[in-house]
């Protein structure tokens, strides 16, 4: 089957049908006859070789080339100073010539936001959009509650965010009492894809390839890891993984609003000039206020 | 008998005569299915997937389900107009549906060889 593989904008394909089906069988007798060509020819060869030039010419061992994994993340999370005052610490890494940034928000306090958001308020140092917005009804996807009040229901995704009081859990269950706790203590919570479970990435269903940002946990730590270029949902979720994530949502990615502010005060746009909002009134974020 | 596709989701679902579906955009993570009736349907799936729900429900021999480029599945049997020079593609029932499409050169050029046979 064809479907659901792969296609450039400057190609067509039949879905279903029989058309694919003959050129697959096309193809098949294809390989067939290049495999009994190889065969015959390295029958050919076996057969006309001398044999001392059978005998190996040098004994030296073939050492192995072994893959040597970067330093864990962990390392250099252990060398952010907490003492310093609120700031975003950016480092950058890659995983598998995967080219990520990490954001780690220090001496912050993490919560949603809805509506326009603007960078131009200093006190926030980085804000990234959260919940999917549906295009054909503006609506929030998925269960969302802003500061007590419940704004959408249902499980579209398993993924979770809830934060009360500052202090942020996000993790992966189809039902979590965390959203009726929201509700009762005047917290926040959102859904998302899951990332990473346990340690574990996490296999999701869409396949396009995108911008990527999660919300994540490493070593007891939270950040935000990005992703600039157009990767698979599930490439980087492994990419996560590998990095030493614990646990993992996913925000928004493609072009989605989003900027942090470096040390000197500057707006760094997560997608460079994407520095404008979507006009849409359940745009919503999650952001790492100064303390 | 009409031949029906049912796209679903884990809280929607759609179902659709195969033959009234003119065409299915691609929205990011959405699709919008556009029938001939006018109606149209946003599903939170990528078109990917609904490509391959489309091809796991017609019956074989039935190829009227094409797909063109990242964003764009039509019904065939709609095609009215192709000109490769303006990238355009119309579909249309001949009465009331029509909606003008834009495809590459070379994916319309495709297009056309094939409906011309």
């Known amino acids: 089957m064809t479907n659901g593989q792969e296609i450039n904008e400057d190609e067509i394909r039949i879905i279903g049908g029989g058309g694919k089906k003959k050129r697959s069988r096309r193809l098949w007798w294809l390989w067939l006859l290049l495999a009994l060509a190889m065969v015959a020819v390295g029958v050919l060869v076996v057969v006309l070789q001398p044999k001392n030039q059978t005998e190996p010419l040098d004994e030296t061992p073939v050492t192995e080339q072994q893959t040597v994994d970067a330093e864990p993340a962990i390392t250099w999370l252990d060398n952010v100073d907490n003492s310093q005052s609120a700031e975003i610490v950016v480092l950058d890494t890659a995983v598998d010539s995967m080219q990520l940034q990490v954001l780690i928000p220090i001496n912050t306090t993490p919560e949603l936001y809805i509506g326009k958001l603007s960078d131009s308020d200093s006190d926030i140092l980085l804000a990234t959009m959260a919940a999917d917005i549906r295009r054909d009804n503006g609506k929030i996807v998925g269960a969302y509650v802003y500061a007590g009040e419940p704004l959408s229901w249902g499980l579209s995704k398993r993924g979770y965010c809830a934060i009360f009081d500052g202090r942020m859990t996000i993790g992966v269950a189809d039902n979590s009492p965390l959203f ?101 009134k359940y745009m919503n974020y999650i952001v790492f206020r100064a303390n | 008998m009409k031949e029906y596709l049912i796209i679903s989701t884990s809280v929607e679902l759609v179902r659709i005569a195969a033959d009234d579906v003119l065409c299915i955009l691609a929205d990011g993570n959405y699709s919008t299915i556009s029938a001939v009736n006018g109606e149209t349907r946003v599903v939170t799936l990528q078109l990917g997937q609904v490509e391959r729900l489309i091809a796991n429900q017609l019956t074989s021999g039935n190829t009227d389900f094409i797909r063109i480029g990242k964003s764009l599945i039509i019904n065939r049997q709609y095609i009215n107009y192709i000109n490769i020079q303006k990238q355009q593609l119309a579909l249309s029932d001949g009465k009331s549906a029509s909606i003008m499409l834009t495809a590459s050169k070379e994916a319309l050029k495709q297009l056309k060889d094939l409906v011309v046979g």
């Open chain 1, 180 to 280: 009726e706790q929201a509700t009762e203590q005047g917290g926040f919570f959102f859904r998302q894809y899951a990332a990473v479970d346990n340690g574990a990435a996490v296999e999701n269903n869409p396949e396009n390839a995108a911008p990527r940002r999660a919300l994540c946990v490493m070593d007891g730590r939270y950040c935000i890891v990005a992703c600039a270029d157009r990767v698979m949902m599930n490439d980087f979720s492994k990419a996560l993984a590998r990095l030493g994530v614990e646990e993992a949502v996913y925000l928004v990615g493609g072009s989605a609003h989003g900027w942090w502010r470096d040390g000197e005060g500057r707006v760094n746009h997560f997608i460079e000039g994407n520095d404008r909002p979507y006009n849409k």
